[in-house]
Nanobody, 124 residues
Framework: QVQLVESGGGPVQAGGSLRLSCAASGRTFSTYAMGWFRQSPGKERELVAA????????YYADSVKGRFAISRDNAKNTLYLQMNDLKPEDTAVYYC?????????????????WGQGTQVTVSS
């Protein structure tokens, strides 16, 4: 099992940047595929980006391609999401999630462990 704690959210102006971190407990972080999801009021939770267990394969939602970058440091048990050129529509609670699979997963039901989330608010 793994526990996940997100950090790095907060208020930012449009065009700005934030880097989210997700610290994972346990010694098997490197075996999990990981993902960043987001959810805003009245909307379903959506996948923003995902990465396989080794970090060699990534997936991005069309809405964030070219602006966001997912990465992981397996030695530090940490997942990152670098967010650049933020837009008001990026405002949401961002969650990191871990999947028992090693390959990239793109749906919430394929993830087994979730963090509590961190709020990102982008003002225009």
């Amino acid at each position: 099992q793994v526990q996940l704690v997100e950090s790095g959210g907060g208020p930012v102006q449009a065009g700005g940047s934030l880097r989210l971190s997700c610290a994972a407990s346990g010694r098997t972080f490197s075996t999990y595929a990981m993902g960043w999801f987001r959810q805003s009021p009245g909307k379903e939770r959506e996948l923003v980006a995902a990465i396989n267990s080794s970090g060699g394969s990534r997936y991005y939602a069309d809405s964030v391609k070219g602006r966001f970058a997912i990465s992981r440091d397996n030695a530090k048990n940490t997942l990152y999401l670098q967010m650049n050129d933020l837009k008001p529509e990026d405002t949401a609670v961002y969650y990191c999630a871990a999947s028992d699979y090693a390959t990239v997963r793109t749906t919430p039901t394929q993830y087994n462990y979730w963090g509590q989330g961190t709020q990102v608010t982008v003002s225009s």
